[in-house]
């Protein structure tokens, strides 16, 4: 069964599911639960002190084209704790946006078209036209930076890694100095892109 939300509803959920000690996905492990756990708190710090940079206020005030964002996800996963709620905020400060949060393990086929390097990556940001349900794009599933420190995570030889739990850590890290300015600007350009 795959359910929807918007991000009133998804925030109502994810509390429910730290107050329950449960989470979500097809393997709902101990460590998953802990990371459902720290991402409530992440997502909740993020959404109160999201703040719009001028640019990211500028464009959204010139910005008059009906768009649908079905953002991919799951509890579970540190880059959404981040993203997600930045994502969200940048909807209800357009008007334009229509927000619809969904997730990854109960939408195989959604992700399947939305890959990133052959992986199922979260979160996405599918962008689509109000008007005509066409696809647009997507934008995900974390800025740049992040990206290339997973990657960089990923090429080291396994002996010569950090433990994931560190790795995670540091991303964190990266993200709260960051406080959304590269999800705000690479959303944004990715939707200049691909409207022009």
């Not at 756990?37 to 703040?51: E, G, I, Q, T, Y």
């Not at 959204?60 to 964002?69: A, D, E, H, P």
């Amino acid at each position: 069964m795959s359910r929807s939300f918007s991000y009133l509803e998804y925030k109502g959920f994810f509390e429910e599911l730290v107050n329950q000690g449960i989470t979500t996905g097809l393997n709902p492990s101990d460590s998953l639960i802990e990371y459902t756990k720290l991402n409530w708190s992440r997502a909740k710090r993020v959404d109160k002190k999201f703040k719009p940079l001028v640019e990211t206020s500028a464009f959204l005030k010139s910005f008059n084209r009906q768009i649908k964002l079905k953002i991919i996800t799951e509890p579970w996963c540190g880059d959404a704790a981040q993203v997600v709620p930045a994502i969200a905020r940048l909807a209800e400060l357009s008007g334009n946006f229509e927000t619809e949060i969904v997730l990854r393990d109960e939408n195989e086929e959604l992700i399947n078209r939305h890959l990133t390097n052959g992986g199922k990556s979260i979160p996405i940001t599918v962008i689509i036209d109000a008007q005509t349900d066409e696809v647009l794009g997507h934008w995900g599933p974390r800025p740049i930076v992040a990206q290339q420190m997973v990657m960089d995570y990923k090429a080291k030889p396994e002996n010569e890694r950090s433990s994931y739990d560190d790795f995670v850590q540091e991303m964190q890290q990266w993200y709260n100095k960051d406080k959304t300015a590269s999800i705000q600007n690479e959303f944004i350009q990715k939707l200049i892109e691909l409207l022009g």
